[in-house]
């Protein structure tokens, strides 16, 4: 249905970005005439899904995207499961942690995540979506999906790193992942933070959830990342044990 598809390309839209946007810029993103985008805003200001700045005239998510997420997370017994755990990663070992989830063929999305209570933490967002391989998490997906190398190429390429790695090594990256049962990135994603992840598997024996670890790097010495990694894989693996039983 066009006018379901446009109204969720709108939303994705405004989730990517961080601050408001006008009609002007919202229907030339969408590519789609001002009129029509304007139709569907007013039909999702309704609804509480965006707000609108009267001053500015220009639109945002709307407090009804939180409540949507909230009862979504209370409904997933996966998101209930992975908090748990999320916390007493977090309090161990004194780090921001995350649970992304593959949502479509090009996105992952942040579906849960637990903040340290003793340190200065690393700010993430629910519902934050990126592409399939970005970071960390995504080195987990790419080891884990059967894609071929122009496969694994085309998403590489889609992601908006900001100290991008060379493809040859991010491929062997990738492959170090599958071997050592977690993923890294030091900056590559996002400069001055390094990430690690591992691998949730499904009963099918699929990857489409990552559990993450975040730290600021000039705060995490070896010793401190080798401990995380440890206790991250035991943490993903009880999991999946739990998915599974």
Same mark, same amino acid.
């Given at each position: 249905?066009?006018?379901?598809?446009?109204?969720?390309?709108?939303?994705?839209?405004?989730a990517?970005?961080?601050?408001?946007?006008?009609?002007?810029?919202?229907?030339?993103?969408?590519?789609?005439l001002p009129?029509?985008?304007?139709h569907?805003?007013?039909e999702?200001?309704?609804a509480?899904?965006v707000?609108?700045?009267?001053s500015?005239?220009?639109?945002?998510?709307?407090?009804?995207?939180?409540?949507?997420?909230?009862?979504?997370?209370?409904?997933?017994?996966?998101?209930?499961?992975?908090?748990?755990?999320?916390?007493?990663?977090?309090?161990?070992?004194?780090?921001?942690?995350?649970?992304?989830a593959?949502?479509?063929?090009?996105?992952i999305?942040?579906?849960?995540?637990?903040?340290?209570?003793?340190?200065?933490?690393?700010?993430?967002t629910?519902?934050?979506?990126?592409p399939? +391989?970005?970071?960390a998490?995504?080195?987990?997906?790419?080891?884990?999906?059967?894609?071929?190398?122009?496969?694994?190429?085309?998403? +590489?390429?889609?992601v908006?790193?900001?100290?991008?790695?060379? +493809?040859?090594?991010?491929?062997?990256?990738?492959?170090?992942?599958?071997?050592?049962?977690?993923?890294?990135?030091?900056?590559? +994603?996002n400069?001055?933070?390094?990430?690690?992840?591992?691998?949730?598997?499904?009963?099918?024996?699929?990857v489409?959830?990552?559990?993450?670890?975040?730290?600021?790097?000039?705060?995490?010495?070896?010793?401190?990342?080798?401990?995380?990694?440890?206790?991250?894989?035991?943490?993903?693996?009880?999991?999946?044990?739990?998915?599974?039983?």
């Amino acid at each position: 249905v066009p006018a379901v598809k446009r109204a969720a390309e709108i939303l994705w839209l405004m989730a990517e970005r961080s601050s408001p946007m006008t009609l002007s810029q919202i229907s030339h993103s969408v590519d789609s005439l001002p009129s029509t985008c304007l139709h569907t805003l007013r039909e999702l200001v309704t609804a509480r899904l965006v707000s609108v700045n009267r001053s500015t005239k220009s639109y945002s998510l709307g407090e009804g995207i939180r409540e949507l997420a909230q009862s979504a997370a209370q409904q997933d017994n996966f998101a209930e499961i992975a908090r748990v755990h999320l916390q007493r990663l977090s309090t161990q070992m004194d780090v921001t942690t995350t649970v992304t989830a593959q949502t479509d063929e090009k996105h992952i999305t942040l579906i849960a995540f637990a903040s340290p209570s003793k340190s200065v933490s690393l700010n993430v967002t629910l519902g934050a979506r990126v592409p399939t +391989f970005s970071g960390a998490a995504g080195r987990c997906i790419a080891a884990h999906s059967g894609l071929s190398k122009a496969e694994l190429k085309t998403g +590489f390429f889609a992601v908006k790193w900001e100290n991008p790695p060379e +493809f040859k090594n991010w491929l062997d990256e990738v492959e170090q992942t599958r071997i050592q049962g977690y993923g890294e990135d030091h900056g590559n +994603f996002n400069v001055g933070v390094t990430a690690l992840s591992a691998p949730i598997f499904s009963p099918d024996g699929t990857v489409s959830r990552v559990i993450g670890c975040f730290a600021i790097s000039a705060q995490l010495d070896q010793s401190h990342e080798r401990k995380i990694s440890q206790v991250l894989m035991q943490t993903a693996s009880d999991i999946s044990t739990q998915l599974g039983s």
